[in-house]
């Protein structure tokens, strides 16, 4: 296995030490200009201390660099076959460096969480259960990823890479088990990340959302990083028009309603989710209603960073990316079709009558329900995201919050449902994919992210 004095050692990328700082001796310096400029092994790193501090400087150097590698600042580059093979680089404080050797007599595959990327010119592998990356210099790291999709012992995967030398294998098999890439497959055939709990529930798209749009686990940007600032203009507060002759709705009279309406708990209380419509549909004055109680502009705001706005459910940095589209079967005074709300000027912007996609949305919104009335809902709010709108700001949680808000705006649509005696039910999936058909949007621009059913109450449930 190899020699780790051999191993190159760098700065991470995050780490906030540079050449320039100060340090307590010449050695030290040396060192961190050394580090800060493509690295180099111990033992040169050793040598510069000696020759700049003496030997009273190198236990101060030892102690530095266990610091510094404790704290997660150091990458190391292992070198095999006298080429390096991977880079280690560690992402948050607290991935601690080494080899751990596959046990003899187990097998091993590749985590069901491991997955590989580009990033730049580099093929990196990750895994959303270590905050650790794995930086492959060439080929060699492949060969033993792809081997290691099957089961394999220590003794079979270097007898099926033995034109790589045992070293290699060894040594990038025996990393991979140290930053927990490899699961031990039992007798069963199985791995202890199918069955143990509590990982067995995890699928490996929700722990990497998880993972990368949490602090902890990554050294990505997180937060109001305005990346595109200087490269992108800001999307609008409100999307432009998308139809030429829109449809004016009711304004409510909201200090009417505050002596009207029943109090915050009850509607708590009241508040379920109904999957029956009544016999008459819902009106446009209570559409109008609902749709300026719950997410109407009520006022914008000018900053150096782009439009902002108020509305009435919550919105990180009162961005307001989402957008609602009404696909209506039955409303008094409204023809069946697909609509955009316009929540600056409270209207309806017809999108046109119904087709096959509209019609597949709300049979999926009908299957995800168990809808089991004859009748189909009478109205289908459409929940969609322009995302350029929250990651032209946001960095690694932009999604997470975009699903955030898609959880107030529901709760909210509930809540002002329940005070006005109607029937919502929110819906748990749907059809992104038909949405952008539906609509004409790019599935990468804007696409829906939630879905919510409204009606009136049957004269059981009212």
Known sequence: MSDLSIGVLTFSEWAHIGPDDPLVSPGLQAVVKCLCNGGGTRDELRDQVWRLDGETGLARFYYVLAQWSAAGLLGHTLVSEGEPLVTWVPLAPGAVFGLTPLKPDTAYVLSR????RREGAQWVLESSRCAVQLRLHDGRGAQVLAQLSTPQTAQDLVAALSELGSETVETFSALLHQVGMLSEVTTDGR?????????ATWEFHDL????????????????STYRFADEI????????????????LNVSDLAALAETDMPLSRVLEARSSIREHGESPISIEQLGSFLYRVARVRQLIDTPYGQLSSRPYPGGGAIYELELYLLVQRCTDLSPGLYHYDPLHHQLEPLGAPTPDTEALLHDAMAATGWEPEQPPQVLILVSARFARVSWKYASMAYAVILKHVGVLVQTMYLVATAMGLAPCAIGAGDADRFAQAVGTEYEAETSVGEFLLGSRSEAEA
């Open 191 to 199: 791995t202890l990340e199918e069955t143990a709990l509590p990982l």
């Open 113 to 116: 969480f491991a997955y590989s």
């Open 208 to 223: 990497l959302f998880h993972s990368r749009s949490r602090v902890g686990r990554h050294a990505n940007p997180v937060g």
């Open 233 to 248: 203009e800001p999307l609008p507060a409100v999307k432009p028009s998308m139809s030429a002759n829109p449809i004016p």
